[in-house]
């Protein structure tokens, strides 16, 4: 197949190999295995975390196989993976990108898929000789879930410019260990040259395929998200300090109790968040000293805020400063302090992007009934990437809408069929690049 450029009929003719997808996606999952949850040997999560010896063997994989298809890969100073196949001219890549780590008690779809997907594009174009007309590629970013280095899609977001890399580079994995990112990309092996930059490693467009973690494709029967935005957050460690203390010979009037206001605190959260219609959470606690009887001097707990509107999110957390500094001053003993960790403001994805990508769903699907438009209630690479080329993602159906659980599960049907839009918006945002470039 070399008419250029492809025509709606040659790009409707490339078709995924929804087995090889499959069998790719649960090779790789031997590396990380997770809980078992079903009679089948592929009904297990994951426990993949960015840059342990498992991703390392994932990585390895990305790699070789990209190789062998023909790709040159680039893997850059934050362990950012761009394999990239030539197109008829030279400039930047038209990329498919996701993720390879995953929760600590993940599943095997939440971006594995996404990369998946990219390589199995990449096979469809060698087994039918596709030349397309720029580079096209498939990028593995690091550390995504933010679960053992805690900032979300950092790699992303120093690809964008938006995270300092001494900051990410120094980051600590959580659990009380000493390891760094910086040291852990050294260990494995993944501590590129090249400067994780947009500059350096410039992308055309990004486009991501992801299972939607939500439930509401299921609901409506529908198979294709077309991700117009994604909603903002925002993420903070707030630390309560009082008073260590014994549990015996401290009446309450003479206490400073940490867990009791951080406790406080919480519920707060959730009120607000309720009255205005957004999320407020708190998933990591900490308390010392964390002896029976001793009344905790310090509590450190995260908060995540998230709404569909900036400003929702800043009504949030301006209303709970206010409250939380209320709570903590009916006790002189006690304080409170915020930190703001990440801000991840709302997001508007790319028109051409989501073009491309709506044209390809109602193509794969063969009915536009089957395709919604969305906003997405997670973060992704592709709202750093969006900042820097224009980006848009693909969303497929997900049992239960369960995700960030082993027992998280797409179809091989609905796996397929999102690889086949991703490839086809790919192909046609190549094709308008080129019909733009002759203009
Ligand atoms: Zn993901």
């Not at 078709?15 to 790719?24: G, P, S, Y």
């Not at 707030?238 to 014994?246: Q, S």
Request: charged share 20%; hydrophobic share 35%.
């Amino acid at each position: 197949m070399s008419a250029s450029p492809l025509s709606d009929a040659d790009i409707g003719r490339l078709k995924v190999n929804q087995k090889r997808l499959m069998e790719d996606l649960h090779h790789t999952c031997t590396w990380g295995t997770g809980k078992k949850w079903g009679r089948q040997a592929i009904f297990t999560g994951m426990t993949r975390l960015a840059l342990s010896d498992d991703d390392k063997r994932a990585r390895d994989w990305f790699v070789q196989t990209t190789r062998n298809l023909g790709c040159d890969v680039t893997v850059d100073s934050m362990g950012n993976t761009f394999a990239v196949r030539p197109g008829r001219r030279d400039g930047p890549p038209t990329c498919a990108g996701s993720h390879l780590d995953t929760q600590p008690t993940g599943g095997r779809y939440d971006g594995i898929l996404g990369i998946h997907a990219g390589v199995e594009m990449l096979k469809v174009f060698e087994d039918n000789h596709v030349q397309t007309e720029y580079p096209v590629g498939v990028v593995n970013w690091t550390n995504e879930e933010g679960a053992r280095f805690p900032i979300s899609m950092v790699s992303s977001g120093v690809w964008a410019g938006e995270i300092p890399i001494e900051r990410a580079h120094n980051l600590q994995e959580v659990g009380g260990g000493t390891a760094t990112m910086k040291s852990e990309l050294e260990r494995i092996g993944y501590l590129g040259s090249v400067p994780a930059s947009y500059q350096s490693i410039p992308i055309a467009a990004h486009f991501e395929l992801h299972i939607e973690q939500g439930p509401i494709l299921e609901a409506e029967r529908r198979k294709i998200g077309v991700v117009k935005g994604v909603q903002a957050y925002r993420w903070y460690t707030i630390d309560v300090t009082g008073r260590d203390a014994h549990t015996g010979t401290t009446p309450f009037s003479s206490r400073a109790d940490a867990l009791l206001l951080a406790a406080r605190l919480i519920t707060r959260s959730h009120d607000v968040a309720v009255k205005h219609s957004a999320l407020g959470s708190t998933g990591i606690l900490t308390l010392s000293p964390g002896s029976v009887n001793t009344i905790p001097g310090h509590v450190r707990f995260s908060l995540d805020i998230r709404a569909p509107a900036d400003s929702t999110v800043e009504t949030v957390e301006a209303e709970l400063k206010n409250a939380f500094a209320s709570l903590a001053s009916q006790n002189s003993k006690l304080s409170v302090e915020w930190q703001t960790d990440t801000t991840s403001p709302a997001v508007n994805f790319h028109p051409d992007c989501i073009a491309a990508v709506r044209a390809s769903a109602e193509s794969v699907t063969g009915s536009a009934d089957l395709v919604r438009d969305m906003v997405s209630g997670a973060g992704h690479d592709s709202v750093y990437t969006s900042r820097r080329c224009p980006t848009s993602m693909i969303f497929v159906p997900c049992r239960n809408g369960v995700s960030h659980n082993p027992e998280e599960y797409t179809s091989p049907e609905d796996c397929a069929i999102g690889a086949e839009v991703l490839m086809q918006s790919v192909l046609r945002y190549d094709r308008l690049r080129a019909e733009r470039a002759s203009a």
